[in-house]
């Protein structure tokens, strides 16, 4: 308990929440508080309690929050569902309970086959399988291994997905009988862990995971690679029709249709390989971007910025302008 309550990342995002700091105090904050945890804690206890925290944050809690907004206000819900009422879990306790228990059971799972990877690439390596130490990652090195994860990600998510847990294999069945049981509707964020075991590694752990290990970037920076893809999978799973960013709309609507038409379609996490594949069923990931631009007026938006800068920068022209001229009258 004490790592959970001491992970700079809950620290940092908390922070300006809470104060009025700056920028710099924040993150000099959060240096002290990293240091201080590498300093007193093995670098495994940090991965494994700082993954789980960022899915209990970022999915679990989400997750429930969305259930019993489903459950207890379902008119409302359906108005805000992709298929409306056809994606609105039952209202049976029971059957929710065992839902709930499978997926903490998973959870449970999930983080005890992570910890016996890393002990075994540890232990293999005769070195911590993440950088752990207190200096932190330069930005340019984060965005280029998040790039090089997402991209690892994507090929995994898409090949995985359509040959292995919708093929004719024991996996498929098993994949198809826990996901795949109901029809026509949009799934919700606790279905995200309501897989069968087997399947559920293969379709959330190892296209995460294996690129990790492969990159080997800093903790941090599979800290924060884990929270996006945890906040991204909560969402596209969610079923909603009203979702933040320009991506996720397209994201939740693919995978809505995916359950609702049995798996025949779009396998990948973004689209990029079901339209290459021609695997999209409904709007493909180029439509939906197109479509979710015009929605945002981000043609607009670019049009104003553009035409603001034009004017910054003809302002700050005229001004030197003046300022030469005044200095030539005086001379």
Request: aromatic fraction near 10%; charged fraction near 15%; charge should be positive.
């Amino acid at each position: 308990m004490d790592v959970l309550l001491s992970l700079p990342i809950v620290s940092y995002f908390a922070a300006p929440m809470l104060t009025s700091w700056s920028t710099s105090l924040n993150l000099l904050f959060f240096y002290m508080t990293w240091t201080t945890l590498v300093l007193s804690h093995s670098p495994l206890k940090i991965e494994l309690i700082g993954t789980l925290a960022v899915r209990l944050v970022f999915w679990l809690a989400p997750s429930l929050f969305f259930l019993l907004l489903d459950t207890l206000v379902p008119s409302l819900a359906e108005n805000i569902k992709i298929y409306g009422a056809a994606s609105l879990p039952r209202r049976n306790l029971a059957a929710l309970s065992k839902q709930i228990a499978l997926v903490i059971v998973n959870l449970v799972l999930f983080t005890t086959l992570q910890a016996g990877i890393s002990v075994g690439a540890t232990t293999l390596l005769h070195r911590p399988l993440f950088k752990t130490s207190t200096a932190l990652p330069l930005p340019w090195q984060i965005i280029k291994h998040i790039v090089m994860l997402y991209t690892t990600r994507e090929l995994l998510t898409y090949y995985i997905h359509r040959h292995i847990l919708h093929s004719r294999g024991f996996i498929a069945k098993l994949h198809s009988r826990y996901m795949h049981s109901r029809r026509g509707g949009a799934p919700y964020a606790l279905m995200l862990y309501a897989d069968h075991p087997i399947p559920l590694m293969l379709n959330h752990l190892v296209p995460v995971y294996l690129p990790s290990l492969a990159i080997r970037p800093h903790l941090l920076t599979y800290f924060l690679f884990t929270i996006l893809t945890t906040i991204e999978e909560m969402f596209s799973m969610s079923g909603y029709t009203v979702v933040p960013g320009i991506m996720m709309g397209g994201i939740a609507r693919r995978t809505a249709t995916h359950y609702a038409c049995g798996g025949k379609g779009n396998f990948s996490a973004w689209g990029l390989l079901d339209w290459i594949h021609g695997t999209s069923v409904g709007r493909d990931v180029v439509k939906d971007i197109h479509d979710e631009a015009d929605k945002h007026h981000v043609r607009e938006r670019s049009h104003k910025a553009a035409s603001d800068t034009s004017s910054l920068m003809q302002d700050t022209i005229d001004g030197w302008k003046k300022t030469v001229r005044k200095s030539r009258k005086k001379t």
